[in-house]
């Protein structure tokens, strides 16, 4: 059963506190992304990463981290430094020699305690 | 700043008729042009892409997309209750793999 699974779909987050959220494939995905999305606005790019050991960062990177040690695994860290991080947050893939074709995982939400 | 610009809506129609949506782009470098349906409270899904000039048919679906003019547009035929949702466009920038997206264009298919 192939996908792109994100874990939890809700999080909780207290205030000074890091919190990771979970995203794997296993597609055979080489590039992966991570987006927000705020009520109203478009999705922009947190930080994506096209081989392992490798990332870069997107429009909005402050206050985030990720780590690309798996092909098949890109977790994202929020952290205390991001002061406004609720927001839905979508992880996507693509296949290989289709990078620009993106598929989404269910999306975690994150509210703010 | 390369943008992608979309009516937000919300757009409606009524059952059966041809939906209409439309999106511009800001950067003449971009090749490929995505739509994504996305259901309240779900993640986007992709639905079509286009990256030559012209239409192109998938069902009740066709995207056209016209350089010249930096449009691109996807039209539904026969629209039906279920394709009530936000319709997100995206274009890649320029030389990259990297996606802009639109802010989304909310669409009501009244039964």
């Known amino acids: 059963d192939g996908g792109i699974t994100q874990s939890p779909k809700y999080l909780f987050r207290k205030e000074g506190q890091n919190v990771t959220l979970s995203c794997e494939q296993n597609?055979?995905?080489?590039?992966m992304y991570w987006y927000r999305q705020d009520p109203g606005q478009g999705l922009r790019l947190i930080y994506y990463?096209?081989?392992?050991?490798?990332?870069q960062k997107g429009d909005i990177a402050e206050g985030y981290s990720v780590s690309r040690e798996k092909k098949e695994s890109f977790p994202l860290t929020v952290t205390s430094a991001q002061k406004n991080p609720t927001a839905f947050y979508l992880c996507?893939?693509?296949?290989?020699?289709?990078?620009?074709?993106?598929?989404f995982g269910p999306g975690t939400r994150l509210l703010v305690l | 700043q390369k943008e992608v610009e979309q009516n937000s809506g919300p757009l409606s129609v009524p059952e059966g008729a041809i939906a209409s949506l439309n999106c511009t782009y800001s950067?003449?470098?971009?090749?490929?042009f995505f739509w994504y349906r996305q259901y309240s409270g779900k993640s986007p899904e992709l639905i079509m892409f286009?990256?030559?000039?012209g239409d192109k048919e998938d069902g009740r679906f066709t995207a056209q997309l016209n350089k010249a003019s930096q449009y691109v547009s996807l039209l539904i035929r026969d629209s039906q209750p279920s394709d009530s949702a936000t319709y997100l466009c995206?274009?890649?920038?320029?030389?990259?793999?990297?996606?802009?997206f639109g802010k989304g264009t909310k669409l009501t298919v009244n039964p």
């Open positions: 996507a893939s693509s296949p290989p020699g289709q990078s620009e074709t993106q598929y």
């Open positions: 597609l055979n995905h080489d590039a």
């Open positions: 990463s096209q081989i392992v050991n490798d990332f």
């Open positions: 950067d003449r470098g971009s090749q490929s």
């Open positions: 286009i990256y030559s000039n």
């Open positions: 995206a274009g890649t920038q320029g030389g990259s793999e990297k996606l802009v």
